[in-house]
């Protein structure tokens, strides 16, 4: 069982940043691929970065690559998601998850989830 716990959301101004971190608990952390997704309200959980064990290989959605970066340290049992440049359609609950295999863009593809963060931007 793994506990993932998100964080760093608030209200920000377009334009601006935030830093979401996801804490995990479990010992076996480091060999555990991580993704972040994000849903806003009526649509379809949507997926934005994915990494893997090490942090030396990651994925991008087109809507977020060259403004968010995936990242995490391990010796923390965290992964982050700093957040350049948003916009107001950014605004969304954002999750992390752990990756079980398979498409890694796809949310069937990840088994743990946290319980959300929220990101609002104002235009």
């Known amino acids: 069982q793994v506990q993932l716990v998100e964080s760093g959301g608030g209200l920000v101004q377009a334009g601006g940043s935030l830093r979401l971190s996801c804490a995990a608990s479990?010992?076996?952390?480091?060999?555990?691929?991580m993704g972040w997704f994000r849903q806003a309200p009526g649509k379809e959980r949507e997926f934005l970065a994915h990494i893997n064990y090490s942090g030396g290989r990651t994925y991008y959605a087109d809507s977020v690559k060259g403004r968010f970066t995936i990242s995490r340290d391990n010796a923390k049992n965290t992964v982050y998601l700093q957040m350049n440049s948003l916009k107001p359609e950014d605004t969304a609950v954002y999750y992390c998850?752990?990756?079980?295999?398979?498409?890694?863009?796809?949310?069937?593809?990840?088994?743990?989830w946290g319980q959300g963060t929220q990101v609002t931007v104002s235009s």
């Open positions: 479990g010992r076996t952390f480091s060999s555990y691929f």
């Open positions: 998850a752990v990756y079980r295999g398979g498409t890694y863009y796809s949310p069937r593809s990840y088994d743990y």
